[in-house]
């Protein structure tokens, strides 16, 4: 398998699973600007819809959204339990927590990142943006992750996207839980090697 990424996109996430899996993949880093890949391949023709992550597999086909794909990885492998089993509720929960940090997280903070967004929209995604944060802090008092005390797919995208915080001067201070988890995530090996290899630490 071989995974298409940018440092410190979202990309991260799926290669954080991919290291936490044991998985045999390669990486190649994309310019996102150029939309060409570190082989000097046209992007677009890789991914028609111009972005990362992109995960093609060893049969030729390209598997696209990264919550889609993090799922499809964990079940590679049930008995690393980076997902819940496919058909019970608790798969549904994460599912459910995939969804709200794709729609609600991520694309939450792309205002943030965006140059042209006027100064007042800014305002307006920080705010809608710290309620959504705060739902997510909520969830993790008293739990050593998303989901309870196992690490799961779910977590590998949350510490990706709260990670972009800093980089846009969004205060996390406010949510006790959050300083605990972004490190107790950070300091597992398979995040570290993952972000390592991004040449993000």
């Known amino acids: 398998?071989?995974?298409?990424?940018?440092?410190?996109a979202c990309s991260l996430s799926p290669h954080i699973v991919l290291v936490e899996s044991g998985l045999a993949f390669e990486l190649e880093k994309v310019d996102l600007s150029a939309k060409k890949t570190g082989h000097g391949t046209d992007y677009w023709k890789v991914n028609p819809k111009g972005y990362v992550p992109a995960?093609?597999?060893?049969?030729?086909?390209?598997?696209?959204?990264?919550?889609?794909?993090v799922q499809y990885l964990a079940d590679l492998v049930p008995q690393k339990k980076l997902a819940p089993a496919a058909g019970t509720l608790e798969r549904?929960?994460?599912?459910?927590?995939?969804?709200?940090?794709?729609?609600?997280?991520?694309?939450?903070?792309?205002p943030l990142f965006n140059p042209k967004a006027p100064?007042?929209?800014k305002a307006v995604a920080r705010e809608l943006l710290g309620k959504r944060i705060g739902i997510v802090a909520k969830q993790l008092e008293g739990r050593s992750y998303l989901m309870g005390e196992v690490f799961t797919v779910a977590d590998a995208y949350l510490f990706t996207?709260?990670?972009?915080?800093?980089?846009?001067?969004?205060?996390?201070?406010?949510?006790?839980?959050?300083?605990?988890?972004?490190?107790?995530?950070?300091?597992?090996?398979?995040?570290?090697?993952?972000?390592?290899?991004?040449?993000?630490?």
């Not at 398998?1 to 410190?8: A, C, D, Q, R």
């Not at 995960?55 to 794909?69: F, K, M, R, S, W």
């Open 1 to 8: 398998m071989k995974l298409y990424y940018s440092p410190g």
């Open 55 to 69: 995960l093609e597999l060893d049969n030729g086909q390209v598997l696209t959204e990264g919550p889609a794909i």
């Open 92 to 110: 549904y929960r994460l599912q459910e927590w995939l969804n709200f940090i794709s729609t609600e997280l991520h694309k939450g903070f792309s």
């Open 119 to 121: 100064d007042d929209w």
């Open 161 to 201: 996207v709260l990670s972009w915080a800093r980089h846009v001067k969004l205060d996390l201070s406010p949510w006790p839980a959050l300083p605990g988890y972004l490190d107790r995530v950070a300091s597992r090996p398979a995040v570290h090697a993952a972000l390592v290899e991004e040449g993000l630490i």
